[in-house]
Structures are given as C-alpha cells and as structure tokens.
C-alpha cells in the first residue's frame, strides 16, 4: 500500500514538473530569447521525487552580470515549482568545459535539450 501511494505521488510530482517546464520554457522563449536550454538533473535521469525541482542551465549571449541574470530572465514568470537556474553566456560555457568542470561537462553531456534557437542559414 505505502508503495502504491509512493508512486502515486511521484507520478503526480513528475507530470506536474512536466508541466511546469513546458510552461516557463515558453515564457524563457517569448521573453528572454535564450540561445539554448538545457534540462537536467532529477526529471532527466528519472530518479524523481516528491521534493523534485527543475534544474536549467540557460545560454544566452548577454552583458548582464551573473548575479543579476536568473532575477532578469525569470522576471516575471510565475513559478509553480521551485527551479534551480544557471545562466550563462557561450563563451563562459566554453571556458568552464575547456578547464574541464564536471558540473557542466555533465549538464552538457547527459542533459536535455528543451529549446535551441534556430540559426539562420545563410
């Protein structure tokens, strides 16, 4: 029975997640015009749980300060859910993989794509 309510509530917790993800990816889409999101963490790997937040690394070419940019990019977006969010510029990921971190390493090597900006053909 106890397992039986366990998964009940992390079914509920995965597809509330689902939702929520759908939903403040368009608002990060429409608003703050990333070049790229990037899903990771718990809804990724599937170890899901009734405290599960969403995790994003956003890349986005701005000038803005790394303090600042989470408060500009979700300005706002109502959340539902609490979110962890990174905000970085390409060249700061590229920094970041080229002195081998292996939080971002991670992020880009078993994290999903949600949003990536088309590029235009020239």
Same mark, same amino acid.
């Given at each position: 029975? =106890?397992?039986k309510m366990? !998964? #009940?509530i992390v079914t509920q917790?995965? @597809?509330a997640l689902e939702q929520e993800l759908n939903r403040i990816v368009a608002t990060l889409v429409e608003k703050y015009q990333p070049e790229k999101i990037i899903l990771f963490g718990s809804l990724v790997t599937g170890r899901i749980h009734e405290w599960?937040?969403?995790? !994003?690394?956003?890349i986005k070419e701005t000038t803005t300060r790394r303090v600042y940019r989470r #408060?500009? #990019?979700?300005?706002? #977006? =109502?959340?539902?859910?609490?979110?962890?969010?990174?905000?970085?510029?390409? *060249?700061e990921v590229k920094f970041l993989s080229d002195e081998n *971190? !292996?939080?971002? =390493?991670?992020?880009l090597e078993k994290g999903s794509v949600?949003? @990536?900006? @088309?590029?235009p053909m020239v």
């Amino acid at each position: 029975m =106890k397992a039986k309510m366990e !998964l #009940a509530i992390v079914t509920q917790r995965k @597809e509330a997640l689902e939702q929520e993800l759908n939903r403040i990816v368009a608002t990060l889409v429409e608003k703050y015009q990333p070049e790229k999101i990037i899903l990771f963490g718990s809804l990724v790997t599937g170890r899901i749980h009734e405290w599960s937040d969403i995790d !994003l690394l956003i890349i986005k070419e701005t000038t803005t300060r790394r303090v600042y940019r989470r #408060a500009e #990019a979700l300005k706002g #977006a =109502k959340r539902n859910i609490p979110m962890d969010v990174i905000i970085l510029t390409p *060249s700061e990921v590229k920094f970041l993989s080229d002195e081998n *971190s !292996l939080f971002i =390493k991670d992020i880009l090597e078993k994290g999903s794509v949600v949003y @990536e900006k @088309e590029k235009p053909m020239v």
